[in-house]
Structures are given as C-alpha cells and as structure tokens.
C-alpha cells in the first residue's frame, strides 16, 4: 500500500509539471516566436550579405582582371608605338645624314672639278714645256691623225715655243711613212700643242682644243676619281 501510494504521488507530481509547463502565459510565447523569427530573418540577411559580397568580389575581381588587361595593352600599344616612332625617327635621321653626305660629296667633288679645271691650262701649259711629256702630247695627237686622216700633206699649226729639232725630226717621219713633207705653221694664239689639218679633215690638239670640252673632261675625271676612292 505504501509503494502504490508513493507511485501515485510522483505521477501526479509530473502531470503537474506539465500542466505547468502548458500553460505558459501568451505573452513568453509570443517573445520565443518573435525571437525565432528574429533569427530566421537575421540568418537569411547574413545568408544574402554574404551572396551579394561573393558576387561582388567577383565582379570586383573580374573588373579588376579586365583594367589589368586593359593596361597590360594599352601599355604594349604604348611600346610598340613608341619603337614605331623611334624607328621613323632613326630612319628619318638616317635619311637626312645619307642626304648631307651626298651634297657634302656632291659639293666636295663639284669643287674638286672646278679646282681641276682652273689649274688645268697651267698644268697642260707645263707639260708642253717638258720635253718627255711634250713628246707624249705629240705623240697621242699624231696617233689621232693617223688613225682618222689621210696620209699626205698635212698643215701642222704649233705653239711658237716648239723646239725646232723636234719638228724636223716629225717631218722626217712623216716623209718616210708618206713620201709628203708636212707644212709646219707657227701660230703665236696657240699657247701649247698643235693642230693637223689635211682635206677639210682636223685634229685638234692646241691647249685651247683640249679645253673646249669641260664635260667631257670633267666626266674622265669623275671616272678617275670613281676608280680611285
């Protein structure tokens, strides 16, 4: 009888408890559902801060990919426009040198010619009074008549400083090659050189023949100096 009544005694203790227990007054019910909503709410903000922040730092990331890529090329057209400018500016430069080099030795070689040309008649002048070099002089100019005039009797004008013995000696040997004595002319005008003369037929070799062709004369020296440099 004891135990039952003991028994009883606790399980009317525990319907108690939850009697209490369900008869929590309205108002601790409502703050429970409050505050779980609350924090549902607040989960869901925390859920959808952290989405936007992802897909932020992605399109910061990918915005920040993109600037790198625009500058990385905008850096290398920067580059490659400024090698393309220096290299018209070399080349520009390297025109303009290779142009002053070319007047500089179209200059130089135009004053040369004309040095030439005005030291020439003294230098042929002393030539003519060497013996060996007047000798050559004649020499290429009888060639000339040879070669471009019939033999016979041939008009040979001279400078008047033409040694006599040599004049003899050259009609001797145009009388051997022709049996016709040439017909010798001093002309004071001539200041060197001679001049043949037969059937209408000339060959000029006077210092002033030699001088009156300066482009043919200026055209072998620029050869000459072509060969030489």
Not at 3 to 21: F, K, P
Not at 196 to 224: H, K, M, P, W, Y
Request: aromatic fraction near 4%; hydrophobic fraction near 45%; include cysteine.
């Amino acid at each position: 009888m004891k135990a039952r009544s003991a028994s009883a005694q606790t399980h009317i203790a525990q319907r108690c408890d939850v009697e209490t227990n369900s008869q929590t007054s309205p108002p601790a019910l409502i703050e429970n559902q409050a505050r779980a909503l609350l924090e549902l709410i607040e989960a869901d903000r925390a859920r959808q801060c952290a989405q936007i922040i992802g897909e932020a730092s992605s399109r910061a990331a990918a915005v920040r990919a993109q600037a790198y890529a625009d500058a990385r090329a905008r850096v290398r057209q920067a580059f490659s426009e400024q090698r393309l400018l220096r290299r018209e500016r070399i080349a520009a430069a390297q025109a303009r040198l290779a142009t002053h080099r070319r007047l500089h030795r179209q200059q130089r070689t135009a004053a040369l010619l004309r040095l030439a040309w005005e030291q020439l008649p003294g230098e042929l002048l002393a030539l003519w009074r060497q013996p060996a070099a007047r000798a050559a002089w004649v020499g290429q100019v009888l060639a000339s008549a040879r070669a471009r005039m019939p033999r016979g009797h041939w008009r040979i004008v001279h400078a008047p400083d033409w040694p006599e013995e040599e004049r003899l000696a050259l009609a001797q040997a145009l009388v051997a090659e022709s049996d016709a004595a040439p017909l010798f002319e001093a002309d004071a005008a001539i200041g060197a050189g001679l001049k043949i003369t037969a059937d209408g037929n000339v060959i000029d070799g006077t210092l002033a023949g030699l001088l009156s062709d300066r482009a043919e004369f200026e055209s072998r020296l620029l050869r000459q100096l072509e060969a030489s440099s």
